[in-house]
């Protein structure tokens, strides 16, 4: 079984930044695809991106260039650093992961696609 814990979400304001983490037991991140994933109130839950056991990165279009997924397997923590922070970015943000590969990169990654979830985390951007 699979546990992810997040951190680091916080209030700040448009233009700002902010990097969250996540937690994993056991050594995941070397053999499982790991994604992140938003939610805002009202909305349906929709990808953000996701990185490869092998480090390999997609992102939404909606974030490219300015959010970036990376991970520290040593520390079993995967990362999110959120730049140039919009209040349309306002959501709550979880990680999640699955086994081995990744689901295909020419669609957005589906909630569907992972089996195991964080709790989240809340991020609030003011303008």
């Known amino acids: 079984q699979v546990q992810l814990v997040e951190s680091g979400g916080g209030s700040v304001q448009a233009g700002g930044s902010l990097r969250l983490s996540c937690a994993a037991s056991?050594?995941?991140?070397?053999?499982?695809?790991m994604g992140w994933f938003r939610q805002a109130p009202g909305k349906e839950r929709e990808g953000v991106g996701m990185?490869?056991?092998?480090?390999?990165?997609t992102y939404a279009d909606s974030v490219k260039g300015r959010f970036t997924i990376s991970k520290d397997n040593a520390k079993n923590t995967l990362y999110l650093q959120m730049n140039s922070l919009k209040p349309e970015d306002t959501a709550m943000y979880y990680c999640?992961?699955?086994?081995?590969?990744?689901?295909?990169?020419?669609?957005?990654?589906?909630?569907?696609?992972?089996?195991?979830w964080g709790q989240g985390t809340q991020v609030t951007v003011s303008s």
């Open positions: 056991g050594t995941v991140y070397n053999r499982y695809c």
């Open positions: 990185i490869t056991s092998d480090g390999f990165t």
């Open positions: 999640a992961a699955r086994p081995l590969y990744c689901p295909s990169a020419v669609r957005r990654p589906r909630p569907g696609d992972f089996n195991y």
